[in-house]
């Protein structure tokens, strides 16, 4: 009877997918990261419409500029998936395009955010100290271009080693989890450019 039952086990599947470490530690590293934006986002929302004096987000957050910036942030994403792609399959070249070309749409993005900061700094005196909103503005989307910043110079460093010829098709799991970063990176500013450009200029 015993026999016949033990026939019945189930087999380990060996096969069957198991996280790896580095994606274990990537999920809650972004998990950790999520939970800093929400704060920032929570007290951003909070505090709209409360400065008493200074500039406001309707009279100085302009969009064509912001929409362009994020249009490159956004895609960056599609091309560091194509670069991972072409790093599976041992097409190195491509490889290298692909990743150059994210990291100049990345940069592109760091290089809008700065000007857009320079013309509200200019053209409206909003300064990180001017009131509640500039506080919560640069703080949020700040904290967001920090983690961008980060993103790239990681992109840099596959790219640079690559250049290098040090990086192989079997290096392909660890270039994509710092592709999941930069789509993490990507994700959050959706998120943050819905609060700040949508719901902060819509506020009286």
């Not at 040090?166 to 998120?191: C, K, N, P």
């Amino acid at each position: 009877m015993s026999g016949a039952a033990s026939t019945h086990l189930p087999v380990p599947n060996e096969s069957a997918w198991r996280p790896t470490r580095g994606a274990v530690g990537m999920l809650c590293l972004i998990a950790a990261e999520s939970c800093i934006f929400l704060t920032f986002v929570v007290a951003y929302l909070f505090y709209i419409g409360k400065s008493a004096h200074g500039p406001q987000p309707r009279e100085t957050l302009e969009l064509p500029m912001v929409i362009v910036n994020s249009v490159a942030l956004i895609s960056s994403s599609f091309t560091v998936v194509a670069g991972v792609r072409a790093l599976e399959h041992g097409r190195f070249a491509a490889m290298k395009g692909w990743l150059a070309l994210t990291i100049a749409l990345g940069a592109w993005f760091v290089v809008g955010t700065f000007s857009e900061w320079g013309k509200l700094m200019d053209e409206h005196g909003l300064f990180i100290g001017t009131n509640l909103f500039g506080t919560t503005f640069y703080a949020l989307v700040g904290l967001h271009l920090l983690h961008v910043i980060v993103g790239l110079v990681l992109l840099s460093g596959v790219l640079a080693c690559a250049m290098r010829g040090r990086v192989a098709a079997t290096h392909a799991h660890a270039v994509d989890m710092i592709s999941w970063y930069w789509h993490f990176v990507d994700g959050v500013w959706i998120i943050v450019f819905t609060t700040v450009y949508v719901v902060g200029r819509a506020s009286p």
